[in-house]
Every structure is written in structure tokens, then in C-alpha cells.
């Protein structure tokens, strides 16, 4: 190992040439005795490490050139017990320093993560949390997901919560709307779906955690600290180790009510650029360029990262695999998954399940914007057959049941448009290969792109985009309040007793409306927030998705685990008129007690006669309510199918 100046770094010719570090122990390496600071940087001249006593201001305590050692890894050990105390590192590259930063492997920051914090991780665990369990789950297909702001859960003042907008906020029990109703973790508990996939909760970069009074909002998709929880989401951002505490506290009363908790995680770019924690270490390395030799930019958001590259690619397989050890973590969402290529989704896969088999990942399998990344190589939804493990989002399904995402004013299947029933059919059986569909016609897939059903999430909104109820609303003007809830909840009805994997939008059980905004990245509490009056106010809606998410846990046929399954056992109904979808599942599929389910939906403005197979049908559900042993008898083979509804049938 050579002091900091007595050679000059070796010169490359290009990124790939970089020498890759094997070891595990990039950032700090604590104990009592001493504290072990590794950092990455071939193209490095001179680093120096600093400690401060604070997470902001005062002047460093230690300041410290640090060794070269081989791989481009540099090195320093500081003698004494360093917890709680705080570090930068700063580059000297072609005789230039660049700015102070915390490290890409940082695991506890101070205030806005400007410095990283010195931690002794064990001391951060919750009482009991040695014994915190994975809740049980059989199978992939068994997930119902709920996709959760931290704040939206919380701030309203009618939620009943203590801790608004706080991680903690989401281990309150107990909680009640001014009407009486449960609220957070209890409304979510009482909803039944199994999954809360919150939204970034790592540090990102666009709220000022030293002006939290100001109640600044933004969902998160600007990383800073990947390994670090978001500080304003704690009760002290200026102390590094009260957020770590806090989410594992979070994470631990969720699996104690047999909830599992899915990261949002966005390592597809960064907030900053030029001055974020990869790039001033290593300039341009972690990050793919365009043909100028400038920032490449897939993410619509400046840059985007080089996952394909050795040291970028091990990050992001070490930050999940820390995740889930350290954090218990159950599952990973994947934002704009196409920017990564096939490879890395594959090895982080193959990674967790030696964790642990039934951590989910899955992402969004587009790119925001083009990518010098061969379209072979992207984790993009067409690709999904060579992902191993990992599911996309259905934008088929999506759009089929509502309108294009772009068009705001344009229709559905659930709204009334005909020519949609091919995508509808494609998203119930989790856009898996079924010999009934016919994929000329399905609106953005012409062959099947998922493996087995795990690998579809089968959605109809999310954070993105307007609400369920508002793009209903915006593409119906002339749609009663009664005829939207209709169309709502047929919506919802195909999302849940489809194949695959089912996804919610937190509140849309509440019919949650954004006053018609479309994108409230950064806007106010007051249009993010969940209106916990609107439980009382829409509760035969509430009702309705809490049975229907009951049905499916309780019978098996919606949620088989193979796609040899579902052709066995799922056959359609042809119909000869438009905006109608039906199906049969048969043969007590996947062991249910049901030995035969009919599912039929009427797209249309109009009530709907259909020829329905011989049998000794009871109905289950009729949109409005839903029984499992059955609302009535159904006699006969004809039988009528309100406008805009869902019905089940089902032979015992």
C-alpha cells in the first residue's frame, strides 16, 4: 500500500477497464476499537477522509489523507470509538478537488445527508427485533399489493394518527376517522391485502429535513443515500440513528400484523448529477453517456446509471441484499426497471433468493426515454421472459380497463369502449400464453411476455397519473357520480379476480380523488393526503374491495401458480357482443373448494343477456355485494348482466 501522493493513478482507457473490487466492505468498517474506511476511486490523485462530531457545521475533529491500495480502492483506519460521530470523503481528481460527499455506501446520514454517520448498527434494533418473522407466504401468486405514501397515510388531520407523515406513523394501532372508522395500519390490516409497497423511503434529495415545518411534499424519486431511510419520514433527521430505529420499528409492526413491506427502490439515476455521491468520486463512471460523451438521460430526470458496469452493477446487488438483511425487507419495486439491464435483474435476483425464495421483485418495464443500452439487454416488459424471478406492470390491463395513460379524455373497457375485451382477456390470465386470445388485438402486446403468472402486476392505478376516480371522472363528463362508482368498481373486479399478481392504489378502496391532478409529485398534503371521511362516506365501496380481496385469498382458483394451470383450468366464453369478458375456471383449479367459478363482466352502458354453461350456479357477486356461499340460485343457462358490473358464479 503507497501513502496518498507518491504515485499518480493509472490511466484507462475506458470505464470497462476500471478494475473491479470483490470485497465487501466499501464504506465504514466499525467497532469499538477502530473504525475502517474503504472508498472506490481508481481515477483518484489524493482522498481525504474527514469526522466531524455533528451531522451539520463546526469544523472536522480528524482530517486524514487516506492510502491506495490495489483495485482502486482507497483505505485509512481511525484508532477509538467512533460511534456517532460523522465522515465525509473528497476526491482529488486531475489535480482538481470536487466536493465533500457521504459515499454511495453510507448506511446512517445526518441531517439532508450531506455527511455520513459512524454506526453501530445492533444498537438500532428494536426490542424483539432478533425474533421479527417474515409473514408466511406459499406462493408469489398469494400477494396482493397496496402501494402506500408514508405521509399520505397519515397527515390528514381527520386520520387520527400521532405521528403524521412518520414512519411511525404506520405502527399506530387504534386509530379512528371522526366517523368511528379504523384508520392506518388498522384500515390496511382490515382491508386484507398482504404486501405495503411503500413509496422511495430511502434519503433522497428534495426535502429540507431542517425546515420540516414547512410540510414540503415530493414522492421521493431523486435518490441521494440508497442505504440510508429518508430523514424526514423520522422524529430526528439530525440524529443519523433515530431513522434507522424508526423504519426497522415500522418494518417490524407491519410483519407482526402479518404484513410484508415492499421498497420503492430507484437506482435507475440519481437527483443530482455532476454533484451526486457517485459522481463526485468517480466522475461519469457509474452513469451510461450519450453519443457526445454527456449525460445519457432514460430517466427523464438527467442521467441515468450504468448497471452493466462491474462496480455499478455490485452496488446495486449489495444495497438490496443490505435491505433485506439488515432492514428485513420483503420485496423490491423496481422504478423505470428498463434502464437496467437483463444480467443485473437476473443476479439480484438469484441473490435474494438465497435470502430468502419469497422476496418479490418486480418494476416498471419501460425506460422514460431513450438508452444507448440494446433494446436485448433492457429489463423491459418485452424482455420479461428472459428475467428470471422478476415481474412487470400490465400497462395492457391498465389502459385496456380505463383509457391510455396519456389521453385523458380517452375510455376503457370499464367505461364503455368496445375493441378492448383481447387486452382484458390478456390481463386475466397474467399475460401469459392462452390459446383463446387473440394477440393481434391486444393493445400493446402481440405475443405473451410473462413466463408464469407471478411475473404480471395486474393494476389499474397507481402513484402515477390521475386516480382511478379522476381519470374515470375526466373521461365520463357526463357520467353521474353512481355510474363512475360502477365503473370503478368493475375496474377493481377485473384487477382481483385476475390471474397474477394484484396491485392497489392506497385509498382507492376510499374512491381516493387528487382533485383531478394528474402528476402530485410535489404537491401539497391537501391533494396527496388520504381523506379518512371518505371511508364512511363511500363504505359499500370499502366493503365491496375488502370481499373481493377476501374472495380471492380464500379461493385459490384466482391465484393459480402456473401457467400450464390456467390452461388447464381457465376457458373464456365467447361472446358475440362487444364490451363483454367471461370466463370459466373449472375442476376445483388449484385445489379450491369451488368446483367450478364463473366470472362474467359487462363493459357496456347496457344491460346484457348471455348463455351461461348448465350448472347448479349460485351468484357470489353482483357488484354490489358479495357472499361466498352464495347471494342466490341462478336457474337456467340464460342470464342478465347489468350495465357496467362484474358477476361470479360458482359451483360448489
Known sequence: MTSACETAPQEYASFEEYPYYEGDDLGVTYSQE???????????????????????????????????????????????DLNGNYYTYQVNIKREWLKEVTGPYARAVGVNGKRAMVISLPETNPEGWENDQRPPLQNLTDIIIYELHVRDLSTHPNSGISHKGKFLGLTESGTKSPEGESTGLDHIKELGVTHVHLLPSFDFKSIDETALHQNKFNWGYDPQNYNVPEGSYSTNPNDGATRVNEFKKMVQILHQNDLRVIMDV???????????NFNQLVPGYYYRQDSTGGFSDASACGNETASERAMMRKFMVESVKYW?????????RFDLMGIHDIETMNLITQELEKIDPTIFVYGEGWTAGDSPLPLERRAIKHNTVNLSKVAAFSDDLRDGIKGHWSDHEDQGFASGKPGLEESVKFGVVASTYHPQI???????????WANQPYQTINYVSCHDNHTLLDKLAISNK???????????????????TSQGIPFLHAGVELLRTKQGEENSYKSHDTINQIDWSRKAQYKPVFEFYRDLISLRKNHPAFRMPHVDMINQHLKFLEFSQPNMVGYMINNNANGDEYRNILVLFNGSNEERAVQIPEGNWKLISDSEHINEEGLRNISGTQLKIPAVSAYILAET
Do not use: C
Open 438 to 448: 387473440n394477440y393481434k388485438v391486444v393493445n400493446y402486446s402481440n405475443a405473451p
Open 478 to 496: 357526463e357520467a353521474s357520480e353512481e355510474e363512475l362508482i360502477r365503473m370503478h368498481k368493475l375496474s377493481m373486479a377485473i384487477v382481483l
Open 34 to 80: 477502530g473504525s475502517i474506511f474503504k472508498l472506490w476511486s481508481p481515477p483518484a490523485y489524493e482522498v481525504k477522509l474527514r469526522i466531524y462530531r455533528e451531522g451539520s457545521g463546526g469544523e472536522p475533529l480528524v482530517e486524514q489523507n487516506m492510502d491506495r491500495g490495489l483495485k482502486g480502492v482507497w483505505e485509512t483506519k481511525i484508532v477509538g
Open 266 to 276: 430507484v437506482y435507475n439515476h440519481t437527483g443530482d448529477t455532476e454533484l451526486s
Open 324 to 332: 433485506a438483511t439488515e432492514y428485513h425487507i420483503d420485496g423490491f
